[in-house]
């Protein structure tokens, strides 16, 4: 069910540098479990997202993992204007 009120979730990492992105990423990931088991308490189910400016190989694995479990709904990397557009719709 979706979340009464709520249109998406997400976090919003702005970072560059490459080296820091992998803990933006898991920062990013704890931010969104609280916010996702929060909601389940209350039976609701919104759609989550991820923006960040950084996103590493071995990061971009655990995300897709994400997306595949549908976990996360929608993932953009901020440097990539077709994929931040993904988010505007």
Request: with cysteine; proline share 2%.
């Amino acid at each position: 069910m979706r979340a009464s009120g709520f249109h998406a979730l997400g976090e919003l990492k702005g970072g560059i540098d490459p080296a820091g992105a992998d803990e933006h990423w898991k920062t990013a990931r704890t931010a969104l479990f609280r916010i996702r088991q929060a909601f389940v308490r209350q039976q609701l189910a919104p759609q989550m997202f991820f923006a960040g400016a950084a996103i590493e190989r071995a990061m971009a694995e655990e995300i897709w993992e994400e997306l595949e479990a549908e976990t996360l709904s929608n993932v953009a990397n901020l440097t990539s204007s077709t994929q931040l557009t993904s988010l505007c719709f």
